[in-house]
């Protein structure tokens, strides 16, 4: 009997270690793997995909502590170079609480005991598209959230080997190379927050899947032979605990299912869609119920998460609520290193 491997995924972008800080409790400093390209595969990962993010690090502590939570989630780090001319990305990831008592996170970039900027991130050099595509030339899915010529080019060979290109833009402040990311891309995803006149812009350039998020309405999506725009809501939450990488799990989650309903893009159904976006806006939702961008990978397993999951998008098509009903059977995973300790050699 033939062995049916794990799908694939490659992805190329912002891989960083971010530092979680809970101004709310006595929790430890965290040292973990984020990043939207880094928090996606860490998820594919977690759902059992080959994962295999591209990224151009230093020699440093911080990059240790990376790779040791990537491959704790068994993420490939064929792809990751390490070198002098690397770098790699420090985000402060403080969770804390508004004047009202609600939970709120912020971003920081900046060291907070010396003020000055944490490492940022570098993309991967041109000439090394070639050395990357050879030492994996097939994938499922080829990810990328960032616009540059290393990327473009990788997501146009994988394309010519049949792989399905996810673009996940931050901005759209290159509107050149935004452009030429959709000529490539099948799927584009982006949230209205970032990217408030998409329609606008980028009419003429239209993608087999584009998917818009709303925040708190939910999301919508629109397929390239159609002019509307169909809604999806989203799911209510419970007990918020932090927001953080809600976008990074409902892209996961899409990915996920829409490949394992339909490996063929260009045949999907809306009610295969429709299901696909709704089980990645679950899983973001109880994501938020717990500290970090992939808190909840470090709570439940992987079976107990997807039997609740499943449940809740294929019982019901209204909004409904997210519990967190496993705080009691399991506990965050934690790390007693003081960050203090740690700045001056990040």
Not at 84 to 95: F, N
Not at 158 to 183: H, N, Q, R, V, W
Not at 268 to 289: D, H, M, P, W, Y
Request: proline share 3%.
């Amino acid at each position: 009997m033939k062995h049916k491997s794990n799908p694939v995924c490659i992805g190329a972008g912002l891989v960083a270690l971010d530092v979680i800080i809970s101004d709310t409790n006595d929790t430890p400093t965290q040292f973990l793997a984020g990043g939207s390209c880094g928090n996606v595969n860490a998820i594919l990962g977690f759902l059992g995909w080959s994962s295999y993010p591209i990224a151009r690090l230093s020699k440093t502590v911080a990059t240790e502590l990376l790779l040791a939570d990537l491959h704790n989630w068994k993420v490939n780090s064929d792809l990751i170079s390490v070198s002098d001319d690397g770098s790699t990305p420090i985000i402060i990831h403080r969770i804390l609480k508004d004047r009202k008592g609600f939970p709120k996170h912020r971003f920081e970039f900046r060291n907070p005991e010396d003020g000055k900027y944490l490492p940022s991130y570098k993309p991967c050099l041109a000439k090394s598209v070639d050395s990357i595509f050879n030492t994996r030339k097939k994938t499922d899915i080829f990810y990328f959230d960032r616009i540059n010529r290393a990327s473009i080019e990788l997501a146009k060979l994988y394309k010519t080997e049949g792989a399905i290109i996810f673009f996940e833009p931050s901005s759209a402040k290159d509107i050149k190379g935004f452009t030429e990311c959709l000529e490539v891309a099948d799927i584009v995803k982006f949230s209205s927050d970032r990217i408030t006149n998409y329609s606008e812009l980028f009419e003429k350039c239209r993608v087999k899947l584009e998917i818009e998020t709303l925040g708190e309405k939910g999301l919508q999506y629109r397929r390239s032979m159609e002019k509307k725009w169909h809604s999806v809501n989203g799911y209510s939450i419970d007990n918020l605990v932090d927001a953080a990488g809600a976008g990074d799990w409902c892209t996961a989650g899409v990915i996920n299912t829409l490949y394992n309903l339909n490996k063929n893009i260009d045949f999907i159904s809306n009610k295969e869609i429709v299901k696909s976006l709704r089980f990645g806006q679950a899983l973001s939702a109880l994501n938020c119920t717990y500290e970090g961008a992939r808190g909840l990978m470090y709570n439940i397993s992987r079976s107990e998460m997807l039997s609740y999951i499943l449940n809740i998008v294929e019982s019901h098509e209204q909004v409904e609520l997210i519990k967190n009903d496993f705080t009691s059977e399991y506990n965050i995973k934690k790390t007693s290193r003081k960050i203090s300790s740690l700045y001056k050699t990040l």
